[in-house]
Nanobody
Framework: VQLQASGGGLVQAGGSLRLSCAAS????????MGWFRQAPGKEREFVAT???????YYEDSVKGRFTISRDNAKNTGYLQMNSLKPDDTAVYYC????????????????WGQGTQVTVSS
């Protein structure tokens, strides 16, 4: 499956963005989807994941602010980000795997190209 992330941009602290991850070349409903991010000089880290039955799991720092969702009919996943903070500044990547929820980078087989999110203070 091929993934295309979009929706990043520049936003002020406290603002919102919605990222999209368009999938092609596979049956999207059969994949668990995840979002990861990588800030400058830091390692890529887990943000959120959504499973085949819409079960979700979040990294602690985004709980209550970010919402992961999916629309299987549109082969698209989303990450709604509210109350953004400067620490959320990073390149955001979507990823997919055939299996249950996972938060480890190595458990994902398919990756999108990343979209830049910049939060100004």
């Amino acid at each position: 499956v091929q993934l295309q992330a979009s929706g990043g941009g520049l936003v002020q602290a406290g603002g919102s963005l919605r990222l999209s991850c368009a999938a092609s070349g596979g049956i999207f409903s059969r994949y668990t989807m995840g979002w990861f991010r990588q800030a400058p000089g830091k390692e890529r880290e887990f943000v959120a994941t959504i499973g085949l039955s819409d079960t979700t799991y979040y990294e602690d720092s985004v709980k209550g602010r970010f919402t992961i969702s999916r629309d299987n009919a549109k082969n698209t996943g989303y990450l709604q980000m509210n109350s953004l903070k400067p620490d959320d500044t990073a390149v955001y990547y979507c990823a997919a795997r055939q299996g249950i929820l996972a938060s480890s980078i190595g458990e994902y087989n398919y990756w999108g190209q990343g979209t830049q999110v910049t939060v100004s203070s």
